[in-house]
């Protein structure tokens, strides 16, 4: 061994064009059309004549090594040797030959996995990091997703939903989370509670104060230490004082809880953004099952199934039917905790002329 220090290894993402299946590099920007021979599975044809399968299959995201190397294995094995992982933890197999797909997609099944996730399915739910990589969670995202997909894994291999169904979770109430048609987002529903005896060895108070939204944290001397204090007035459970303060923890078994939003949609070439909106609050974050979560996310795949009009998102179908219509359909309870009656919602709220700026 060498005494001399490594020298760093660039960081960043790495040139894409290296691990690409060599017919794909060959006919890169040249693609004449590409169709959907059957759920799991896309075909793309390129000007030049040549052409490309792709095999999708779900996986939970947080891989371990074995099964990392299995799915290598198959792409080897019965596939081209390409993959590459979508920005919703399916991986996809890249062959250049249609004889090879069956055989694939059977290996792919023999080992225990799924294929599906393409076109107007239930694809794989987006998670966030939970316990494995993050100090801050509420609950464990992949639990929810797995108890979640457990259930919808029908809608994964079947195109029956009338447009493509992004579902994310997120777990914690202020960080990654995401856009999504149906959205289950942690919320916590009580003030933290404050050990004073550690926040001045931990925390640096300014930092603290200035972190939350709403100016709910004061500085204050506790039993003759320095320490914070919340006004709980103010104070709409966010957790944001959470992670650069420890001691001021707002996790709890009892109330931090799950919100269910729904609609939340990117802009794409035809339709501006759409914000997600609340439809489900303070359903108990239940594992190892999530039991009540998954029953209204259920409960709004089924309404949107067989209400919305083919190529309409949840988004597209709810502002076709409206909001009163929704919850008749979905069955779920409109309540007080559907409107926004913070003191500063008078500036988010397009409520008339009179407050827009
Ligand atoms: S959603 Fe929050 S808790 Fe979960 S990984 Fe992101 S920052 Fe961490
Ligand atoms: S939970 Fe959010 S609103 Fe409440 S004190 Fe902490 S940062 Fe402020």
Redesign the pocket.
């Known amino acids: 061994m060498s005494d001399k220090p490594r020298s760093p290894i660039e960081s960043g993402c790495p040139d894409a064009f290296q691990y690409m299946h060599p017919t794909m590099r060959r006919n890169f920007g040249q693609w004449k059309y590409h169709e959907h021979p059957k759920p799991g599975v896309l075909r793309h044809v390129a000007y030049s004549g040549e052409e490309i399968w792709t095999v999708r299959c779900g996986t939970q995201r947080i891989l371990d090594i074995f099964t990392l190397r299995k799915l290598c294995d198959i792409g080897d094995e019965y596939g081209d040797g390409y993959i590459h992982f979508t920005i919703r933890s399916n991986v996809e197999y890249i062959v250049d030959d249609a004889a090879k797909v069956d055989p694939l997609i059977k290996a792919i099944e023999d080992a225990g996995f799924i294929v599906g996730g393409t076109k107007n399915s239930v694809t794989m739910i987006s998670h966030t990091q939970g316990w494995l990589h993050c100090d801050i969670p509420g609950t464990d995202a992949s639990g929810v997703v797995k108890s979640m997909m457990d259930e919808l894994i029908d809608e994964f291999r079947e195109n029956n939903m009338p447009n493509r169904v992004h579902i994310t979770t997120s777990c914690c109430q202020i960080n990654c989370g995401g856009q999504g048609d149906i959205a289950i987002n942690v919320q916590?529903t009580k003030?933290?509670k404050i050990n004073h005896d550690l926040v001045s060895n931990v925390c640096e108070r300014p930092s603290v104060v200035a972190?939350?939204?709403?100016a709910?944290?004061r500085p204050a001397m506790v039993n003759g230490k320095p320490s914070l204090e919340?006004d709980e007035k103010?104070?709409?459970?966010?957790?944001?004082?959470?992670p650069p303060c420890p001691p001021?923890q707002?996790n709890d078994a009892e109330h931090t809880k799950l919100a269910i939003w729904v609609g939340g949609n990117h802009s794409n070439a035809r339709s501006k953004p759409t914000f997600q909106k609340l439809v489900a609050a303070g359903i108990p974050n239940n594992p190892p099952r999530w039991p009540e979560a998954n029953a209204i996310v259920k409960s709004i795949l089924k309404a949107y199934k067989e209400d919305a009009k083919d190529w309409e998102r949840i988004n597209d179908w709810i502002e076709r039917i409206g909001w009163p219509r929704f919850f008749e359909k979905t069955g779920l309870p409109f309540t007080k905790y559907h409107i926004d009656t913070w003191r500063g919602a008078r500036n988010s709220l397009n409520a008339s002329t009179h407050i827009r700026f």
Do not use: D, L, Q, Y
């Not at 972190?211 to 709403?214: I, T, W």
């Open positions: 916590h003030p933290p972190r939350c939204p709403v709910a944290i919340v103010k104070c709409i459970c966010c957790g944001a004082c959470f001021m707002i």
